[in-house]
């Protein structure tokens, strides 16, 4: 997998949601650049990790980084902290503090989860990619920057990132979506060995700051952050916020 080392000081990892790539970080880069090295992972199939042999599945991601990247703490945004959790939850010593931005343990809907997206979005997001994945894209780029007090900027920003680092494979397009679909990690919040920050937007259309919270609420040494005016991408149009959070979580966490 590609990774992407800039600025200095201790280690952070950070991993990009769906469909994107690590350079959507680039206003958090800046804003985090003379505090911490980041190591800014683009995910296989996506970026310049698209020919990458690893499976798009959280176990193997988890692991395959896990082998490469230094001890660190690890920030993932929606599908990244997933990937985050999972190798938090795998190796803590190596993985000693955990940052989830607008990330659930389960992102649909369950009958003990209400918080969590409706089944029929994702199946809907499904069927779409097979008849058209970029018209697709472009409906969650939408839903992503809905809600933010700066969404034209935001859904300008997600629009020219998209395909900066090339066209995202449209079969592990659809391995993400399943993913996201399938994935349920809650039982490792309450053995989780790590401090959690968990940040939302609390306009945010795709995942339930409720569901942020109360996952929050399932992991010792855990505590939730909103961002007031943000929607799914707080680190887009409101990164000097949520580069305030992390770096006053890892002093806390001592990371």
């Known amino acids: ?34 505090h911490r090295t980041l190591h800014v992972v683009d995910l296989p199939g996506h970026g310049h990790s698209r020919d990458s042999g690893v499976p798009l599945a959280l176990d193997a991601c988890a692991q395959a980084l896990l082998e490469t990247l230094p001890v660190a703490p690890w920030c993932g945004w929606s599908l990244g902290g997933l990937v985050a959790l999972r190798a938090a939850s ?5 993985v000693p503090a955990l940052a989830m931005v607008c990330a659930t343990p389960k992102f649909v809907v369950a009958d003990d989860w209400p918080q969590g997206m409706p089944a029929e979005v994702f199946h809907g997001f499904a069927d779409g990619l ?31 990132a998209v395909l900066a680092h090339g066209e995202p494979s449209p079969r592990v397009l659809a391995e993400g979506l399943q993913v996201l679909e399938d994935s349920d990690l809650r039982d490792a919040l309450p053995a989780l060995a790590v401090p959690s920050l968990w940040l939302g937007g609390r306009r945010d259309r795709l995942v339930n700051p409720a569901a942020m919270q109360a996952s929050a609420a ?6 939730y952050v909103q961002i007031e005016h943000a929607g799914h991408a707080p680190f887009l149009t409101h990164a000097d916020e949520v580069a305030q959070a992390l770096l006053g979580f890892l002093v806390e966490a001592g990371a």
């Open 1 to 34: 997998m590609h990774v992407e080392i800039a600025g200095s000081g201790p280690p952070l990892v950070l991993l990009h949601g769906w469909a994107m790539h690590g350079g959507i970080f680039a206003p958090l880069v800046e804003a985090l650049r003379a």
């Open 218 to 223: 399932l992991a010792p040494n855990a505590r």
């Open 130 to 160: 097979r008849l058209d994945w970029q018209a697709t894209i472009d409906r969650f780029i939408a839903l992503e920057a809905f809600g933010s007090d700066r969404m034209r900027e935001e859904l300008r920003m997600l629009r020219d």
């Open 90 to 94: 795998l190796q803590p010593l190596r």
